[in-house]
């Protein structure tokens, strides 16, 4: 099942697998630090919800997104964000919960259109959070190492996130900003 990426074990776990090869490590000494590396607690979800809120406003001002809209972006990620992790925990269909997620967080962000601010830069970064980007990176590197059919299903499998952020994002620009299609 789909599960929340965690950098700090994913880092954390790519050194341990080094230091098996260069430290020679026995298996159960590489065990043991696989199982501290997992027991290690996980970012407080509060803290990452705001750093990804900031994240996506941070996005929109290098797009050239106004303060307003930066503003605008960071609340609408952060309920987006939100609303994501709610139909996961509650199982949802991940494609289902992107797709709703991309909605939710455009649909926020189209109060943007009432304000004289960057309505289409604050909509276009609002979705970025959901971009797929650990999938498509290492399902390139697992092509260029030969791993085809590994490779070519995880970027089948971003390529179908990446569609369902569109649809959800479009149904918002259906509603709100037609022009924009």
Not at 100 to 114: D, G, H, K, Q
Not at 127 to 136: M, Q, S, W
Not at 173 to 180: A, P, V
């Amino acid at each position: 099942p789909p599960l929340p990426i965690s950098f700090e074990h994913n880092a954390r776990l790519s050194a341990l697998s080094w230091e098996v090869v260069d430290e020679h490590l026995t298996l159960d000494e590489a065990r043991e630090r696989y199982e501290q590396i997992l027991a290690a607690p996980r970012t407080h979800p509060l803290f990452v919800l705001i750093l990804v809120g900031l994240a996506n406003a941070s996005f929109c001002r290098l797009f050239g997104g106004d303060l307003p809209a930066m503003g605008i972006v960071f609340w609408a990620t952060v309920v987006g964000f939100i609303c994501k992790q709610k139909l996961i925990q509650e199982h949802v269909n991940h494609y289902i919960a992107f797709m709703v997620s991309a909605f939710v967080a455009s649909l926020c962000t189209s109060i943007s259109l009432i304000f004289n601010t960057d309505s289409e830069i604050a909509l276009t970064t609002s979705v970025l959070y959901l971009v797929p980007g650990v999938p498509l990176i290492n399902g390139v590197i697992d092509i260029v190492e030969g791993y085809i059919q590994t490779g070519f299903s995880r970027l089948v499998e971003a390529f179908l996130l990446i569609g369902c952020i569109g649809w959800g994002f479009s149904i918002t620009l259906f509603i709100f900003k037609s022009s924009l299609l």
